[in-house]
């Protein structure tokens, strides 16, 4: 199954009082691993940047004039091309679908369904009540190293995300992340051992028990009766 991390940031908190998206990161899950395939794009808002949120995540208005909107094909159709059909997962869901929605009913696009999207604050809220539930808060909760997290990035969020994601729906060893080389590690930093096939042993080795001893398990089969299992074992 594939499914779609993906986190945003903007200028504010609504579209509808004008603001605006600013970057979009999105990571690819394949049955609960992460393949290593991402999307991610700055927008250029075509308006200021609040200092509200330049403190969130550093994007100054300047910074984002020489990228595009989200009306170029490099975002919107790119954007949509990526997600295909696939199942969308984002930490409180409503906020980013919403952004990205309203832009998308700007283009006449189809929009985001609610029933397509998983949000991981009410699967948080869910298995841990009463503890918060933020992003932050959950990376703590599962060991997931926040040392490069010093301003909020879309990408980077997701792929924190995607970590949180795998452990709420069970852990990441779930899905063993099993890789082709023999240097490999798993989701939790332990190697990865590749296990070759062998054939038939050309030589049997030699038993490892007494005369005596195989001459007693005999005799101990013998009064089973025909009809065991052991005795059937020993006629074949």
Known sequence: MREIVFDTETTGLNPEEGDKLVEIGMVE?????????????????????????FRVHGLSADFLADFPTFGDPRVADAMLDFIGDSQLVAHNAEFDRGFINYELKQLGLPEITKERCIDTVLIARKQFPGAPA????LCRRFNIDLKDRTLHGALLDARLLAAVYLELKGGRERSFGFLNNNSGRNGRGGLIKEFEKRGIRPKPLPSLITPDEAKAHQEFIAKLGEDSYWAKLNAE
């Open 29 to 53: 899950l394949m049955d609960l691993v992460p393949t290593g395939k991402t999307f991610h794009t700055y927008i250029n808002p075509l308006r200021d940047m609040p200092m509200e949120a």
């Open 134 to 137: 933020n992003l932050d808060a």
